[in-house]
């Protein structure tokens, strides 16, 4: 499986980098490279139940979203290098740590080396898998996963091809986080919990709201409620944007929060839908809420 990162086509940019002598357009090469491994209690309550979840934030991103709050490892590619078995050491020392889940974040470009890490492993995981993705995904990728998923945490981030392409020059970004929402859906099913109210298996779908794009947003929304079921899906819509320094200055519209009228028109919306889920408060905005990367847990 590891060949495909002689010319790479894991996600939909198939930029064909050979990432054994370079780098792809996610920025990353051929080994499997993260910046922390540590217990998250900021993640929504069927994901971080108890203890928090044991995530892993893998360094590289195929999007590069111009307000991407992660930009420490997504574009300027912090992190430590590690292997497949290191990995698979990884989850089970989150696992020993009480982790309600191993939890992925931004894992796309690094799945052979997180299937195989799975493989050797996954009979001795009693705790759930999340995948938590960008939602800019290749439904051949997702399909090596198989199996090895339990729960999909994707974002769906925005409808119009004109907003992708804006903001994470991508613009057949929708295309493919549908059909891979939809793939996510076939491979984990009906929601199901344990007694804690810990998702064991199943899909919830995110979507962060944007200053100016509640329409766009009620546009996902309407898809999720046409294209899904309340049995399959938990829909997560996170009020939590934040204007970092960083964002450059040809997008002065992002440089503003999300006005309450904003995000509880999408939130009036999904209930009139009868979607089910997770809303956020106001003061989950703010850079307290960015993790601290420090490699912990990798190196």
Known sequence: MNDIYSHCTLCPRRCGADRYSGRGYCGMGAVPTAAKASLHKWEEPCIAYKNGAGTVFFTG????????????????????ETSAEGLADIFLRLQEQGADNIELVTPTHFVPDIAAALEMIKQRLAVPVVY??????????????????DVYLPD??????????KYSNAPDYFGHASAAVTEMIRQTGKLRFNDDGGLLRGTVIRHLVLPGCRHDSIRIMEWIAENTSPEQVL?????????????????PELKRRVTKMEYNSVVRRASELGLDGFTQEKSAVGEQYVPDFDLSGIV
Request: glycine residues 6%; aromatic residues 12%; hydrophobic residues 35%.
């Open 132 to 149: 938590n993705t960008g939602g800019y995904e290749l439904v051949e990728t997702l399909r090596r996963l198989d199996g090895l998923i």
């Open 156 to 165: 769906i981030k925005y409808h119009s091809p004109e907003l992708s392409a």
């Open 235 to 251: 829909v997560s819509i996170m009020n939590q944007y934040t204007p970092f320094d960083f964002i450059p200055d040809a997008f």
């Open 61 to 80: 991103c195929s999007l590069h979203c111009v307000y991407c709050q992660n930009s420490v490892i997504s574009s300027e590619l912090y992190g430590a």
